[in-house]
Nanobody, 134 residues
Framework: QVQLVESGGGSVQAGGSLRLSCEAT????????VGWFRQAPGKQREGVAI????????YYADSVRGRFTITMDNPKNTLYLEMNSLKPDDTAMYYC???????????????????????????WGQGTQVTVSS
């Protein structure tokens, strides 16, 4: 059973930085896809950044590309999201997520061009709140 635990959220002013962490247990290392989603009040949950450990490839939403960086420490099975130049629009609950290993061969789980399908991700953390004030 995969378990994901996020930490690192908080409140910052616009232009500031935060680093989110997600400790994964039961996750199969160097395979599949794992990443960060976010949900703002009244909005749908969206994929922010995904990493594909097997290839090292990454996906970023257009709204965060160039400001956010996703990395994974494989020995520690810990996922990070470095967020710089934060904007009020980045305010949301941020979730770490990964699909079932049965989905690892699906194209959306290795194609860096594919928009991550939120409904295909089976395992989710409890979320960590990020609030950016202007």
């Amino acid at each position: 059973q995969v378990q994901l635990v996020e930490s690192g959220g908080g409140s910052v002013q616009a232009g500031g930085s935060l680093r989110l962490s997600c400790e994964a247990t039961g996750y199969i290392r160097n395979s599949g896809c794992v990443g960060w989603f976010r949900q703002a009040p009244g909005k749908q949950r969206e994929g922010v950044a995904i990493i594909y450990p097997g290839s090292g490839g990454t996906y970023y939403a257009d709204s965060v590309r160039g400001r956010f960086t996703i990395t994974m420490d494989n020995p520690k099975n810990t996922l990070y999201l470095e967020m710089n130049s934060l904007k009020p629009d980045d305010t949301a609950m941020y979730y770490c997520a990964t699909p079932s290993p049965d989905s690892y061969s699906s194209s959306w789980c290795y194609d860096v061009r594919a928009v991550p399908p939120e409904d295909k991700y089976n395992y989710w953390g409890q979320g960590t709140q990020v609030t950016v004030s202007s």
